[in-house]
């Protein structure tokens, strides 16, 4: 039988406020060690310290909320259909996992749904609760939380993957920090986000400077500064670069007036056909896509 929300919460939980305390589902949940009490927001958990969000946290929360209609869940886009398609890629970067995983930043929940069709147990953090609802159906567990404090004890995971969060988020020094923490030793983690391209962030910038989804906390990364990041609290075990191209064109696609009777996701799956044919040549080397598979030192 599947095990309840509950119950896989609170065997992986721990207070966020404290970190010693198990955390008590019976109601609103709460932690007997500190007296931290969260809430349930129609029917998620929410273990939010509300007095340490910041107006980063903020934008962030209101940003994300705007992008589930607009990009997440907006099916004539591109890159919806892309990032459903793509999670298939998930499990085989991580070498096939089994056990619990923590979808970090989990969004929708795409991500972390390969990881639970391969077999995996999947929890999805966000701080977006419009996300998380979406997720619910995807995943076996979602809880709202700041990436900076998980409500969850020390090496509670055997996987985590991270699709595009780094790149959102306001102190991922310190998200990564929490994230190697709550992953068993020799855990894996996948951390996926973009790259930046000193000619293309002026025009992503002005073309979406009037897009409610996209804050000023918003920006990609270098290789070298990607792999720098990780590599303060993991061992490295790959990083790469790859999808060159047909993921730039269903971005760019979607900023135009398409047909509305255009094959969406027939075309997505062929753009990102294409990538993958692009990812076994040396342009590989250009991809849009950083990828970084990690391990718990």
């Known amino acids: 039988m599947a095990e309840t929300w509950p119950n896989l919460l609170e065997r992986l939980g721990a207070c966020p406020s404290c970190g010693q ?9 709460s932690c007997s060690a500190c007296g931290f009490t969260g809430r349930w927001l129609d029917g998620i958990p929410s273990l939010l310290d509300e007095g340490a969000l910041t107006d980063g946290h903020a934008a962030e929360i209101q940003a994300q909320t ?3 209609e607009s990009y997440y869940e907006n099916e004539s886009r591109l890159t919806c ?3 459903r398609i793509s999670s298939t890629d998930v499990a085989p970067l991580l070498g096939w996992p089994s056990g619990v995983a923590l979808d970090l930043g989990c969004g929708t929940g795409t991500a972390g749904s390969g990881l639970r069709q391969a077999g995996m147990q999947v929890v999805g953090a966000d701080l977006s609760l419009p ?9 076996d567990a979602v809880i709202q ?3 900076d404090h998980l409500p969850f004890r020390s090496a509670a995971f055997d996987a985590i993957v991270s699709r595009g969060c780094l790149h959102h988020l306001h102190d991922a020094p310190r998200a990564l920090n929490e994230a190697s923490r709550v992953l068993k030793p020799g855990g894996k983690a996948l951390f996926m986000d973009p790259r930046e391209y000193a000619w293309l962030e002026p025009i992503k910038h002005t073309l979406r400077k009037e897009d409610a989804s996209f804050s000023d906390d918003h920006h990609a990364y270098t290789p070298e500064s990607y792999r720098a990041l990780i590599e303060a609290e ?13 993921i730039l064109l269903a971005h760019g696609l979607d900023l135009l007036p398409v047909p509305r009777l255009l094959p969406r996701r ?10 993958q044919a692009l990812n076994r040549t040396p342009l590989q080397g250009v991809g849009h896509l950083l990828v970084v598979v990690a391990r718990k030192r």
């Open 21 to 29: 305390g198990p955390l008590m589902w019976s109601g609103a949940p």
């Open 66 to 68: 705007a992008a589930v």
């Open 81 to 83: 259909h892309w990032d």
């Open 131 to 139: 996300c998380l609802k979406v997720a619910a159906r995807r995943l």
């Open 145 to 147: 939380v700041d990436a």
């Open 234 to 246: 993991f061992e490295i075990e790959r990083a790469f670069s790859w999808h060159p191209f047909g």
């Open 266 to 275: 027939a075309l997505a799956r062929a753009l990102l056909g294409l990538d």
